[in-house]
């Protein structure tokens, strides 16, 4: 089991976080943006920025050659779906993508959105961990939460139209 702290402070032990979020045991904060058969995604429950989405593989797997055709396609497809809503819906113009095999969680592709108050942290890979530590111990205040929430119930409206 590991103990893992959520954007809203709470922590929570589970032995795979993946797991607990794409079987419904962990709510994500404002429910889920969109799932399909083979992928689960939410609004990154460990760090409150508006838009930052998580798209999950249900199935217990860690790298992206162990998805089957059809994951692979849905994969493309979903991610796609998201990210043009990420820019029509909350206007983001730039997302980095990140997925790493050395993960304790499920296969999973963070699409992290890049807005004006990340650029004192740089603008390469490297900015990334303080743009999220700066987001999980500075903007964890209720207006901020209200907003991500919005976000989130916005790309979902969004997601379920296409």
Known sequence: ?????????????????SCALTSGLIEPEGGVVLETEYFHAHQDVAYP??????????????????????????????????????????????VYYFYNEDTTHHFHTWMVPRYEWMHEFGRSVESVRPTLLHARNHMNSKENMQEVIAAIRALTIELNKL
């Open 1 to 17: 089991m590991r103990e893992i702290t959520l954007a809203n402070g709470k922590t929570v032990e589970v032995e795979c976080l």
């Open 49 to 94: 920025i508006k838009g930052l989405i998580i798209l999950a593989s249900k199935r217990h797997i860690i790298c992206i050659d162990e998805l089957t055709e059809e994951e692979r396609l849905d994969y493309i497809n979903v991610l796609t779906k998201i990210r043009k809503a990420q820019r029509d819906v909350l206007g983001i113009e730039y």
